[in-house]
């Protein structure tokens, strides 16, 4: 065995985790605009069918039925509103329809990498030799786990943006700034945990690829640097997951300030799985027990309606 049979299955570990997180995150996408009164024409299917991508017409399709039954989309009319939701809502689709295509080129790999044969020697019965070649060699697992890594870690980089707005008075349709119906912090101190967390997962996204290091006499003079590439790959991940959480928390205690009446039924399932986990602010407390809880969640899928 080599390193390239150990980031193959940590890789696949991380790939179906990635896909996962994603469709998590179009759920949280769908309740962001939903609480920021978003327009509903961003996720038509024409635009997406238009761009031709598949993972942007999947994830835009994804967001539009989690929508289906909302009387808070397109609700906000009011004079001096911006003409555009910002790219953090209007292009949710377009970036994690990113990431989703950017998966399914990885899982292309990582199938045929488990499929191969990666190491030596090789007994080639037909001709009655005995090769030593370089299949051992994961310079393929190790490109798909650094595209891996950035894709997650552009998909936090959204999250965390849409946190944002929603404690931004110029643009968040009237919800307070700590988005609590008390006085004090509520979530806004998380924000800056949000922020930190997709800075670390941004850092961690740099490729492992080009750092290649000549060992053992100038043997292994170019290595693929794919063990670390899939060791940082899982990490960003778990940071994504992260950023998810906070943003979470964030988007129930907004959605508590608005009708709930007028939520869709999938944010409401939503928001009860949420919400036995993070119970809408009352007053100032602790929040790392309640992001640990839906971090564990979103990881074992016991999180989102599916």
Same mark, same amino acid.
């Given at each position: 065995?080599?390193?390239?049979?150990?980031?193959?299955?940590?890789?696949?570990?991380?790939?179906?985790?990635?896909?996962?997180?994603?469709?998590?995150?179009?759920?949280?996408?769908?309740?962001? +605009?939903?609480?920021?009164?978003?327009?509903?024409?961003?996720?038509?299917?024409?635009?997406?069918?238009?761009?031709?991508?598949?993972?942007?017409?999947?994830?835009?399709?994804?967001?539009?039925?989690?929508?289906?039954?909302?009387?808070?989309?397109?609700?906000?009319?009011?004079?001096?509103?911006?003409?555009?939701?910002?790219?953090?809502?209007?292009?949710?689709?377009?970036?994690?329809?990113?990431?989703?295509?950017?998966?399914?080129?990885?899982?292309?790999?990582?199938?045929?990498?488990?499929?191969?044969?990666?190491?030596?020697?090789?007994?080639? /019965?037909?001709?009655?030799?005995?090769?030593?070649?370089?299949?051992?060699?994961?310079?393929?697992?190790?490109?798909?786990?650094?595209?891996?890594?950035?894709?997650?870690?552009?998909? +936090?980089?959204?999250?965390?943006?849409?946190?944002?707005?929603? /404690?931004?008075?110029?643009?968040?349709?009237? /919800? #307070?700034?700590?988005?609590?119906?008390?006085?004090?912090?509520?979530?806004?101190?998380?924000?800056?945990?949000?922020?930190?967390?997709?800075?670390?997962?941004?850092?961690?996204?740099? #490729?492992?690829?080009?750092?290649?290091?000549?060992?053992?006499?100038?043997?292994?003079?170019?290595?693929?640097?794919?063990?670390?590439?899939?060791?940082?790959? +899982?990490?960003?991940?778990?940071?994504?997951?992260?950023?998810?959480?906070? /943003?979470?928390?964030?988007?129930?205690?907004?959605?508590?300030?608005?009708?709930?009446?007028?939520?869709?039924?999938?944010?409401?399932?939503?928001?009860?799985?949420?919400?036995?986990?993070?119970?809408?602010?009352?007053?100032?407390?602790?929040?790392?027990?309640?992001?640990?809880?839906?971090?564990?969640?979103?990881?074992?899928?016991?999180?989102?309606?599916?």
């Amino acid at each position: 065995m080599n390193g390239t049979a150990v980031m193959t299955a940590i890789g696949a570990i991380g790939a179906v985790r990635l896909e996962h997180a994603l469709a998590a995150c179009e759920s949280a996408a769908a309740l962001a +605009a939903e609480v920021m009164f978003g327009r509903s024409q961003a996720f038509a299917p024409i635009a997406h069918q238009l761009k031709h991508h598949p993972g942007q017409i999947a994830s835009a399709g994804a967001i539009r039925s989690a929508l289906a039954g909302s009387r808070l989309i397109d609700s906000g009319k009011h004079e001096g509103r911006i003409i555009q939701d910002p790219y953090s809502i209007r292009c949710a689709p377009h970036v994690i329809g990113a990431a989703r295509d950017s998966l399914t080129w990885v899982r292309q790999v990582l199938h045929r990498e488990l499929n191969s044969v990666n190491d030596n020697p090789i007994v080639d /019965l037909e001709n009655g030799e005995t090769l030593f070649a370089g299949n051992f060699y994961g310079g393929h697992v190790a490109l798909a786990m650094d595209l891996l890594k950035i894709a997650a870690a552009s998909v +936090a980089d959204l999250l965390d943006r849409q946190f944002a707005l929603l /404690l931004d008075a110029r643009l968040n349709e009237g /919800l #307070p700034e700590t988005l609590v119906a008390y006085e004090g912090c509520g979530v806004k101190a998380l924000q800056i945990t949000s922020s930190a967390l997709t800075a670390l997962a941004t850092q961690r996204s740099a #490729p492992d690829t080009v750092l290649s290091r000549p060992t053992e006499a100038n043997n292994q003079d170019k290595v693929s640097m794919g063990l670390n590439a899939a060791l940082n790959a +899982a990490e960003v991940i778990t940071l994504l997951q992260q950023v998810l959480s906070a /943003l979470l928390v964030a988007l129930s205690n907004a959605a508590a300030l608005r009708d709930p009446a007028r939520l869709s039924a999938g944010a409401v399932r939503l928001l009860e799985a949420v919400r036995a986990r993070s119970p809408v602010l009352t007053a100032d407390r602790r929040l790392d027990h309640d992001l640990r809880q839906l971090t564990q969640a979103i990881d074992a899928r016991a999180l989102f309606p599916r």
